[in-house]
């Protein structure tokens, strides 16, 4: 006995045996609940669940303690807490890609693909008008963005892992202070500097600055944690042959990391493809196709600066249509992230 509570376990080996105390447990928690409720003032279906949960987690102890040991008990517990935690997260993820695609899908249309709003009223029919100049402002914000800041970024990465000058920790502060710059910020100082400043007006481009900023942290950090992966040996060999620092890092550490950047290059896309508060306050947004060369200098819409105008104005339809089509494109740049993040088999 003392052998088998002392071997070490896995959180998922979960055998016929925990099922059975689990489920005898889970029944033993519903029915106390139901009697506690049934004698005291105590109502409602969420209390009922946080109770007869609590009282679940307490039984789980109790039988594992009784039937091995008191380890075995605070296992249990704690199985029980990841397997909730997870649930609980896949929960709301699928709550999240299920609202929009209930209330937007029948939107999404060809037609909604292919036409804009330009000349068509709030009150016309779904049917008429759609989103492509939405998501054409979209690709070109958030390429115009990438382009900007994935070289700075990965340059960043290089000067903290690689070279690790007198001001990496400096700019390590910095780096991740800007994590956590609210995204209005980053509009605001893109309008009280290009637009204001320099009286640039409203345009794509503004609204390109704006997300690079806040897509440049993500890469940054992304980039050196990738970068740290890279096997030293490959350096001291690199240095070994005489290579200087500048080769070994250019042709040796980054094609190594080059799976791992392309991956925090999707997650920095990802990052910023929703963000409505920058876009406010830089791209104002237009009814007609504005491509990545008109909108260096005019007015340009995106799908997030879409949704948003499509509410104010009541024209919910439209609204839940752009946001499925940017939740559909938000979950492909992740999904290709996990792809290109798992290692090529050889």
Same mark, same amino acid.
């Given at each position: 006995?003392?052998?088998?509570?002392?071997?070490?376990? #896995?959180?998922?080996?979960?055998?016929?045996?925990?099922?059975?105390?689990?489920?005898?447990?889970?029944?033993?928690?519903?029915?106390?609940?139901?009697?506690?409720?049934?004698?005291?003032?105590?109502?409602?279906?969420?209390?009922? &669940?946080?109770?007869?949960?609590?009282?679940?987690?307490?039984?789980?102890?109790?039988?594992?303690?009784?039937?091995?040991?008191?380890?075995?008990? !605070?296992?249990?517990?704690?199985?029980?807490?990841?397997?909730?935690?997870?649930?609980?997260?896949?929960?709301?993820?699928?709550?999240?890609?299920?609202?929009?695609?209930?209330?937007?899908?029948?939107?999404?249309?060809?037609?909604?693909?292919?036409?804009?709003?330009?000349?068509?009223?709030?009150?016309? @029919?779904?049917?008429?008008?759609?989103?492509?100049?939405?998501?054409?402002?979209?690709?070109?914000?958030?390429?115009?963005?990438?382009?900007?800041?994935?070289?700075?970024?990965?340059?960043?990465?290089?000067?903290?892992? %690689? +070279?690790?000058?007198?001001?990496?920790?400096?700019?390590?502060?910095?780096?991740?202070?800007?994590?956590?710059?609210?995204?209005?910020?980053?509009?605001?100082?893109?309008? *009280?500097?290009? +637009? /204001?400043?320099?009286?640039?007006?409203?345009?794509?481009? *503004? *609204?390109?600055?704006?997300?690079?900023?806040?897509?440049? @942290?993500?890469? *940054?950090?992304?980039?050196?944690?990738?970068? #740290?992966? &890279?096997?030293?040996?490959?350096?001291?060999?690199?240095?070994?042959?005489? $290579? @200087? %620092?500048?080769?070994?890092?250019?042709?040796?550490?980054?094609?190594?990391?080059?799976?791992?950047?392309?991956?925090?290059?999707?997650?920095?896309? !990802?990052?910023?493809?929703?963000?409505?508060?920058?876009?406010?306050?830089? $791209?104002?947004?237009?009814?007609?196709?504005?491509?990545?060369?008109?909108?260096? $200098?005019?007015?340009?819409?995106?799908?997030?600066?879409?949704?948003?105008?499509?509410?104010?104005?009541?024209?919910?339809?439209?609204?839940?249509?752009?946001? &499925? /089509?940017?939740? &559909?494109?938000?979950?492909?740049?992740?999904? !290709?992230?996990?792809?290109?993040?798992?290692?090529? $088999?050889?």
């Amino acid at each position: 006995m003392t052998n088998v509570a002392l071997a070490p376990r #896995k959180l998922r080996s979960f055998g016929k045996t925990e099922i059975v105390h689990a489920l005898a447990t889970l029944v033993s928690a519903i029915a106390v609940t139901a009697v506690i409720f049934a004698i005291t003032p105590f109502s409602g279906t969420l209390g009922f &669940v946080v109770v007869a949960y609590c009282l679940f987690l307490v039984g789980t102890y109790i039988v594992g303690r009784v039937t091995v040991n008191r380890n075995v008990g !605070a296992d249990r517990v704690a199985t029980v807490l990841m397997h909730t935690a997870a649930f609980v997260v896949l929960g709301v993820l699928a709550l999240i890609v299920y609202l929009p695609l209930s209330k937007g899908l029948k939107t999404v249309r060809p037609g909604f693909l292919t036409n804009t709003l330009d000349g068509i009223d709030p009150s016309a @029919p779904v049917s008429e008008g759609g989103a492509l100049h939405a998501i054409v402002g979209t690709l070109s914000q958030v390429g115009i963005a990438t382009l900007v800041s994935v070289p700075f970024g990965i340059l960043t990465a290089v000067y903290l892992n %690689e +070279i690790k000058g007198r001001f990496a920790p400096i700019v390590r502060v910095l780096v991740d202070a800007m994590s956590g710059i609210p995204s209005i910020v980053a509009g605001l100082f893109i309008y *009280a500097i290009w +637009i /204001v400043g320099l009286n640039a007006g409203y345009s794509g481009l *503004a *609204a390109s600055l704006a997300l690079g900023i806040l897509m440049l @942290p993500t890469v *940054a950090r992304t980039s050196e944690e990738m970068l #740290k992966l &890279v096997n030293p040996s490959l350096r001291e060999a690199s240095l070994a042959l005489g $290579s @200087p %620092e500048w080769r070994t890092v250019l042709q040796v550490v980054l094609p190594t990391a080059r799976t791992g950047l392309i991956t925090a290059t999707i997650l920095g896309i !990802a990052r910023v493809a929703g963000e409505t508060a920058p876009l406010i306050m830089t $791209s104002f947004g237009s009814d007609g196709v504005v491509g990545p060369v008109q909108g260096l $200098s005019n007015p340009q819409t995106s799908l997030p600066l879409f949704v948003y105008q499509r509410f104010l104005q009541g024209d919910t339809s439209r609204a839940w249509g752009a946001a &499925v /089509v940017l939740v &559909v494109i938000v979950v492909l740049l992740f999904a !290709a992230a996990r792809i290109l993040s798992k290692p090529r $088999s050889r």
